[in-house]
């Protein structure tokens, strides 16, 4: 019987390597997931509208371009356009009706001239009556109801109000408010799902049924994750009540966007005002003052805005919102035809710069057609998250009626060094963005409730 043969020191067998200790979100990413699962079920129908208003208005410029070819272009390009107070006086011939509010030169060679009506007789008090004016020849190409700064027409302006607020007023305004509250709170715990899994359980390839699903609303929703941040920080800087919050962290900081000043100075009695005479013809008149406009730079395209009153100036302001924006001012003395006053766009203070970039590239008018394309992928992908997620809390039931909820308890595994600072950074959020502070309130309250009666059905079975 032979013997076995002596073992060197590099053949001593080695003891099990430790199991190795679990990282710093260990013990949060029970309770992210909770969270991650619960915001997802209740919010996501308000997302889902958002998402799929959003995906319209983002094809909206282009269909307005198309279905509203006629009034914006003009039939022929001629040698020389008309003065622009020639154009005015054409439109108000076509439509003697209410009050010039502001008009808009052809800002191409294939463009019409917009003149702007307010306190027209059927037209929203918000809204102003376009009409269309061809530069060469003088011709009215129509009139179309217009909304906001950017030029929306019917068209886009149904789909952004439907956007904005499902056309409920200032009261539908909390349902956008309450999906951009929550959209960057669930792309974030849903990062922190993605980072904290073991890479061999990211993988779609090769998987069926709802691990596949899983993966395809993980992977989808890393990629995406950065765009719904984006949307979610820049629609909550014109909402009601983070809006507003948002407003006086600028205004204390000294950050609120500027304006050039329309006071005019000198006697301007005699020289009318918008308001009373309903004309855009004050004092030396449009032509010059566009031409004063223009001797301090503003190209094209520019809105030119009567006076309000005796006392006030001609406000002519570049109207561009695409890169690079072109968004400076100037005032003109309606008796002099001097400027009075000069706002630069390169003066504007940095977080007045950020949040015109900020709105602007939301509604897809910074970087035009591919901004658009941008925007139509990223609500695609919150659309395709969403049914994902929904069917994997189906799926999660097992033939059930409903999928089985994430269990309690999570936060109690929580260290108090990592737990405490999360709910100081909570309560602070949800001070400033209420729509985010008073539903999360709400619902630990009910939570803490049916846990406590579970409980004790519990304990008295």
């Not at 609500?379 to 033939?399: C, E, K």
């Not at 059930?400 to 108090?416: S, T």
Request: hydrophobic share 45%.
């Amino acid at each position: 019987m032979t013997s076995a043969p002596p073992t060197t020191a590099d053949e001593t067998p080695k003891a099990a390597d430790p199991p190795p200790k679990p990282g710093s979100w260990a013990p949060l990413r029970p309770l992210v997931l909770r969270l991650h699962f619960y915001a997802g079920l209740f919010v996501a129908p308000f997302l889902l509208v958002a998402a799929v208003t959003g995906f319209l208005y983002a094809t909206s410029f282009q269909a307005e371009k198309i279905l509203y070819a006629d009034e914006m272009t003009v039939s022929a390009v001629g040698d020389a356009k008309l003065p622009i107070s020639e154009q005015v006086t054409a439109a108000r011939e076509a439509h003697p009706e209410g009050s010039v509010a502001a008009v808009r030169p052809s800002p191409t060679d294939d463009a019409t001239t917009r003149v702007l009506l307010s306190g027209v007789k059927g037209v929203d008090a918000d809204h102003t009556l376009a009409v269309f004016v061809d530069p060469y020849t003088g011709k009215v190409e129509g009139a179309l109801e217009q909304y906001g700064s950017t030029g929306a027409l019917p068209l886009r302006t149904w789909i952004s109000e439907l956007h904005r607020n499902l056309h409920l007023g200032e009261t539908g305004r909390l349902y956008s408010e309450f999906a951009a509250s929550w959209l960057w709170v669930i792309a974030g715990a849903g990062l922190v799902l993605w980072f904290t899994r073991r890479r061999a359980r990211r993988k779609v390839r090769g998987t069926e049924g709802r691990r596949r699903t899983l993966g395809l609303h993980a992977t989808v929703g890393a990629w995406a994750a950065l765009g719904f941040f984006f949307l979610s920080v820049t629609g909550l800087t014109w909402s009601t009540y983070a809006g507003a919050s948002i407003d006086d962290l600028r205004g204390s900081l000294g950050q609120t966007t500027p304006s050039v000043s329309a006071a005019a100075g000198g006697d301007h009695s005699g020289h009318g005002a918008a308001t009373s005479t309903g004309a855009a013809e004050h004092g030396v008149g449009l032509d010059k003052v566009l031409a004063a406009a223009r001797a301090e730079g503003l190209g094209d395209p520019v809105e030119i805005v009567p006076p309000a009153d005796a006392s006030s100036a001609y406000v002519v302001k570049q109207i561009q919102r695409g890169w690079p924006e072109k968004q400076d001012a100037v005032a003109v003395d309606p008796a002099t035809g001097q400027v009075t006053d000069v706002l630069r766009f390169d003066d504007y203070p940095v977080l007045a710069k950020l949040t015109r970039w900020g709105i602007d590239l939301h509604t897809g008018t910074l970087f035009g057609l591919g901004n658009q394309i941008v925007l139509m992928l990223v609500a695609l992908s919150l659309i395709l998250l969403i049914v994902w997620g929904y069917r994997m809390w189906w799926m999660r039931g097992r033939g059930n009626a409903f999928g089985r909820p994430i269990p309690r308890g999570a936060w109690q595994k929580v260290p108090p060094q990592i737990l405490l600072p999360c709910v100081a950074v909570i309560a602070v959020l949800g001070y400033f963005v209420p729509l985010l502070g008073i539903p999360l309130a709400a619902f630990l309250v009910v939570d803490v409730v049916l846990g406590e009666i579970a409980h004790r059905r519990q304990s008295h079975a």
